[in-house]
């Protein structure tokens, strides 16, 4: 079983860029597919992105396509999400986790990111 600790988080204007860090311990994390995901004050947690093992293909939510990244070193066990012209509405507590499979089962605790105008 592996354990997600996010890292990163903060308070940015809008236009700037945070990186947010996934770390891993307990397994190697190239055995699994990662993404991250947000949740916003009163809606509903949403997919962002996500990475496949080997980092050869990634996937985005329309929505940051253009502005953030995801991006992995196994060497480091560790996910980013390299967060560029950020928005007011990026505000949100961001997680990432973890699929061995077609389901994601190892969640983080969450960071918070908040955009102001």
């Known amino acids: 079983q592996v354990q997600l600790v996010e890292s990163g988080g903060g308070l940015v204007q809008a236009g700037g860029s945070l990186r947010l860090s996934c770390a891993a311990s307990?397994?190697?994390?190239?055995?699994?597919?990662v993404g991250w995901f947000r949740q916003a004050p009163g809606k509903e947690r949403e997919f962002v992105a996500e990475?496949?093992?080997?980092?050869?293909?990634?996937n985005y939510v329309d929505s940051v396509k253009g502005r953030f990244t995801i991006s992995r070193d196994n060497a480091k066990n560790t996910v980013y999400l390299q967060m560029n012209s950020l928005k007011p509405e990026d505000t949100a507590v961001y997680y990432c986790?973890?699929?061995?499979?077609?389901?994601?089962?190892?969640w983080g605790r969450g960071t918070q990111v908040t955009v102001s105008s």
């Open positions: 986790a973890a699929r061995p499979d077609s389901d994601y089962r190892y």
């Open positions: 307990g397994r190697t994390i190239n055995t699994y597919v």
């Open positions: 990475i496949n093992r080997s980092a050869s293909f990634a």
